[in-house]
């Protein structure tokens, strides 16, 4: 049978006093004695008493939490995210709840509502890659509840955010692999819908023509977010008699598929074929070879949110602009296109 929690009527009870009395003395109001308040706080401790969150949250309309939503939470680019979200909050003295959509539009409309729910005072989302509708994004600005989305943001969306600059970040990858000497890059992207996809797009192309190059469409490939599937599509293109001797990835999983593609087939690599992904994940570092990535600087990009998110919640001077913070990619280059 659960133990019902103790509440400040049973404190009030207990000491015959008010529970207006307890209440105050709980918050060491110095209009109560202080024996009186020594008396109630010492019951508290006792009985173990807790506050309800939620009826703090209804009395004060501050609950002192703020949510994130994720698109997947063993994700170490979002982990780190969540670090970084955590250190800012830490130092205001608020809660972070995680949730993750595993890739779900529906999981993740959820996740904003159970978050509304519960009160929280400001929410902080990545969007999933099958989101193409936003009615739960409207319905928080609709609530007046502070929000900020990183990573993966809309153009169709007037919220503040925390990006990469994907395109720059793109023609970086893609610069360095032509000046190790690649002629024809691959490039496995997403679907493209989405907007960081159609940015890192726009760098890959922008870099080929900038060191005179042609952009060949046939060596774009959409596939799944999945290893298995990038795979199967760099297969394809590496068993072509002009194949591509290098592939620039829209993230470290696709870039990873290459790379096992590649040593599938017997291809050298980095002596034939070139690989770089995206987002230094826990897994490019440890492969075998290691994979060369766009570190996207993931703690920063959280306490830049966190950041945005207080300061709209403090309705600071101007807090309510739409604002864009830019965090800089850096390359790191490992073994995978060390030519």
Do not use: W
């Not at 982990?79 to 529906?106: L, P, T």
């Not at 902080?124 to 928080?140: G, Q």
């Not at 159609?198 to 042609?214: P, T």
């Amino acid at each position: 049978m659960a133990i019902r929690p103790v509440t400040i009527k049973d404190i009030a009870e207990k000491l015959n006093i008010s529970v207006s009395t307890v209440s105050r003395a709980l918050k060491n109001n110095p209009e109560i004695s202080l024996q009186t308040r020594e008396n109630v706080q010492k019951l508290a401790k006792e009985l173990k008493y807790q506050p309800n969150p939620l009826a703090v949250a209804l009395k004060t309309k501050k609950s002192n939490t703020i949510g994130v939503v994720v698109p997947q939470i063993v994700s170490s680019f979002y982990a780190s995210v969540v670090k970084g979200i955590e250190q800012v909050a830490d130092e205001q003295g608020y809660q972070v709840f995680v949730s993750s959509s595993n890739e779900k539009m529906e999981k993740e409309e959820k996740n904003v509502n159970g978050f509304l729910n519960m009160r929280m005072d400001g929410i902080i989302l990545s969007l999933s890659r099958a989101t193409s509708t936003y009615d739960h994004i409207h319905k928080i600005q609709d609530m007046g509840v502070p929000m900020v989305l990183f990573d993966r943001t809309s153009k169709e969306l007037e919220v503040s955010k925390v990006v990469a600059d994907d395109a720059a970040a793109a023609h970086t990858a893609v610069s360095h692999l032509i000046e190790g000497g690649a002629k024809r890059i691959a490039f496995l992207t997403g679907p493209e819908y989405m907007l960081f996809g159609r940015n890192r797009m726009r760098g890959y192309k922008k870099a080929l023509l900038d060191h005179s190059f042609d952009v060949d469409e046939t060596l774009i490939s959409r596939c799944d977010f999945t290893v298995e599937d990038a795979k199967k599509v760099a297969m394809e293109l590496l068993k072509r008699a002009n194949r591509p001797d290098a592939f620039f990835a829209i993230n470290d999983d696709l870039a990873i598929g290459a790379l096992a593609a590649a040593k599938e087939l017997g291809i050298k690599i980095p002596q034939e074929v070139a690989v770089v992904g995206f987002s230094n994940s826990r897994r490019s570092r440890y492969m075998e070879p290691s994979v060369s990535t766009m570190d996207q600087n993931p703690k920063q990009v959280g306490r830049e949110a966190a950041k945005l998110l207080f300061d709209q919640m403090e309705n600071k001077p101007n807090a309510k602009d739409v604002k864009e913070v830019v965090v800089v990619a850096d390359l790191i280059v490992r073994t995978s296109s060390d030519r």
